[in-house]
């Protein structure tokens, strides 16, 4: 089975404009996450999506969303970039809740 | 904010040691993970430990929950240089409905050979 995979894989972009990830999950996982990795906050939760729901959100301003698609594929766009949003992005893709998650290689944005 | 705390932050050792480190967190999980990440990229799938288990292993490692404590830790026993990588702690807290893990600031680990 493939892995979950993300694109792009590196990304430069300036401040105020915006970009959008995308995340491939596992084949037959409905539940994908994305997470912001940055060497002063840590790995933080941005948000879930279950069946083109999401269904948890974590504390990131509004400029940051998502969506997931009905063959579960998932996109996450930050507008107006900030200097901060500079980080690892990772997507990761569940078969069930509470299970384990797999996380893709992520996406490397920085922000000039 | 992150729940976790991790403890070491940094561990160096050598080649054949074994290696333990140790996560706290703050609220109620159904479930404990723990991650590898070898340099900026993505996080590996270790082990997962639930809320109604004490002990668990896979290969080489080992991982306790003391939910009493509201703590874990893992044991990596024989540690070889490809161990060298950081490792993460996350719980799956009660509270939360779906799948929202909250990490722990990572150990990073440096195996010499």
């Known amino acids: 089975k493939a892995g979950v995979t993300q694109t792009p894989r590196y990304l430069i972009k300036t401040r105020g404009q915006q970009v959008t990830l995308s995340c491939s999950p596992i084949s037959g996982h409905r539940s994908v996450s994305w997470y912001q990795q940055t060497p002063g906050q840590g790995l933080q939760f941005l948000f879930e999506?279950?069946?083109?729901?999401?269904?948890n959100k974590g504390n990131f301003p509004g400029r940051f969303s998502g969506r997931q698609f009905s063959n579960s594929r998932s996109e996450m766009n930050v507008s107006t970039l900030e200097l901060g949003d500079s980080a690892l992005y990772l997507c990761a893709s569940s078969l069930v809740t509470g299970d384990e998650q797999y996380f893709g290689p992520g996406t490397r944005l920085t922000v000039t | 904010s992150q729940q976790g705390e991790e403890d070491p932050q940094a561990l160096s050792i050598q080649e054949g040691e074994n290696a333990t480190m140790n996560c706290s967190y703050k609220?109620?999980?159904?479930?404990l993970q723990w991650y590898r990440q070898n340099s900026g990229r993505g996080l590996v799938h270790l082990i997962l430990?639930?809320?109604?288990?004490r002990e668990k292993h896979s290969g080489r490692l080992r991982v306790t929950l003391d939910t009493s404590k509201k703590s874990s830790s893992l044991l990596i026993t024989a540690s070889r240089a490809a161990d060298t990588a950081s490792y993460f702690c996350a719980t799956d807290p009660i509270k939360a409905a779906g799948n929202k893990l909250t990490f722990g600031g990572g150990t990073r680990v440096l195996v010499k050979p």
């Open positions: 999506y279950f069946s083109e729901t999401q269904r």
């Open positions: 430990i639930r809320s109604n288990e």
């Open positions: 609220t109620s999980i159904n479930n």
